[in-house]
């Protein structure tokens, strides 16, 4: 992490490990370009996500 740069890109790139919450929604980062601030993540939801109709409740939606 250099130059003033957010910690949020050293996690994207790997550096340091992401936060907790991160984590917990199976983050894992496809593509990282700090220069653009684009950045294509992919999450895993798990059971545990799910509402009794069997769907990832919507809190787990947005936060991911």
């Known amino acids: 992490m250099g130059d003033g740069e957010s910690p949020f890109w ?3 790139r790997g550096e340091i490990p992401p ?8 983050w894992k980062v496809l ?3 700090p220069g653009s601030g684009r950045i294509r993540v992919q999450f895993e939801a798990t059971r545990e996500f799910t509402n ?3 769907n990832v409740q919507g809190g787990f939606l947005a936060a991911m």
Request: charged share 20%.
């Open 19 to 26: 936060p907790p919450a991160a984590k917990l929604l199976g």
């Open 10 to 12: 050293a996690a994207a």
């Open 31 to 33: 593509e990282a370009e």
């Open 52 to 54: 009794p109709m069997g």
